[in-house]
Nanobody, 125 residues
Framework: VQLQASGGGLVQAGGSLRLSCAASGGTFSRYAMGWFRQAPGKEREFLAAISWRGGNSVYSDSVKGRFTISRDNAKNTAYLQMNSLKPEDTAVYYC???????????????????WGQGTQVTVSS
């Protein structure tokens, strides 16, 4: 499975962005999809994951209530809607696909099946 993330950019604090993750080369609907981020000097951080049918999603406390993960299996694409952005949200954002459940994608140290390339999100104060 190949994953292509897009939609990053520069936004002012309080603004919004929507990231997209287009998948190819596999059966998209068989995978849970997730989003992670990595800020300079920090470890990669789990943000959100959604089950293969889209009926179940999980979020980290740092983004719960501000970010929303979704997917469109007909378009082989997952999304991360980010609202009320803060300067501390500045990071490289990565999408990921995994054959396990959405809940297990957030388990620290768990090996993820597929990663996309990152897309930079910069939030100015």
């Amino acid at each position: 499975v190949q994953l292509q993330a897009s939609g990053g950019g520069l936004v002012q604090a309080g603004g919004s962005l929507r990231l997209s993750c287009a998948a190819s080369g596999g059966t998209f609907s068989r995978y849970a999809m997730g989003w992670f981020r990595q800020a300079p000097g920090k470890e990669r951080e789990f943000l959100a994951a959604i089950s293969w049918r889209g009926g179940n999603s999980v979020y980290s406390d740092s983004v719960k209530g501000r970010f929303t993960i979704s997917r469109d299996n007909a378009k082989n694409t997952a999304y991360l809607q980010m609202n009320s952005l803060k300067p501390e949200d500045t990071a490289v954002y990565y999408c990921a696909a995994d054959a396990a459940t959405a809940q297990t994608m957030g388990v620290p140290g768990r090996r993820i099946d597929y990663w996309g390339q990152g897309t930079q999100v910069t939030v100015s104060s």
